[in-house]
């Protein structure tokens, strides 16, 4: 049995970039940026920021590009996926990216800016506005082919 399964929520470190296929399709692609905090065997608080390339086909990429923007919370459910290419100058490049599969819009940003003076939401609070945003399917795989690719 094989699992490709990926969940993440965090911020998006810039607006998302839609575009069209030859065929009318639509694709959305951004970055997620996630972070992990731990207290060493020193006591000292450590925190690693991980960076995650997204890539949303049909439906999603169209509400993607329209109610997502940078520093704006989103949580991506989707599946790895390692394309490779060859460079101008000849080398071979790779870039794995989330495919994803479901979205869920976080809380509305405020034009991508923390305020350091305002009260975080709490947990309870985000989690209640994630319910209450609709959860929006990937449509059938099976119409995007290679050449539809823009990139």
């Given amino acids: 049995m094989n699992l490709n399964k990926v969940l993440i929520m ?8 839609v575009k069209t296929t030859p065929t009318g399709t639509q694709v959305a ?13 020193t006591g000292s608080k ?11 086909w049909g439906r999603q990429a169209a509400v993607a590009g329209q109610f997502l923007s940078k520093g704006g919370v989103v949580f991506v459910e989707g ?3 390692t394309r490779s290419w060859q ?9 794995t990216e989330i495919i994803g599969e479901m979205i869920q819009l ?12 305002s009260p975080a939401p ?11 945003v609709p959860v929006i ?15």
Avoid: C, M
Wanted: charged share 40%.
């Fill in 10 to 17: 965090g911020r998006l470190t810039a607006d998302p970039e």
């Fill in 29 to 41: 692609t951004f970055s997620v940026a996630t972070n992990r905090v731990w207290t060493d065997k």
């Fill in 46 to 56: 450590k925190e690693e920021v991980e960076f995650h390339n997204v890539v949303l």
């Fill in 79 to 81: 599946r790895l996926q």
């Fill in 87 to 95: 460079g101008k100058d000849g080398v071979t490049r790779r870039v």
């Fill in 106 to 117: 976080g809380p509305r940003s405020t034009g991508g800016e923390r305020r350091e003076t």
């Fill in 122 to 132: 709490s947990a309870a609070s985000e989690e209640d506005h994630f319910n209450e």
């Fill in 137 to 151: 399917e990937l449509e059938d795989e099976s119409e995007i082919k290679p050449e539809d690719l823009p990139f």
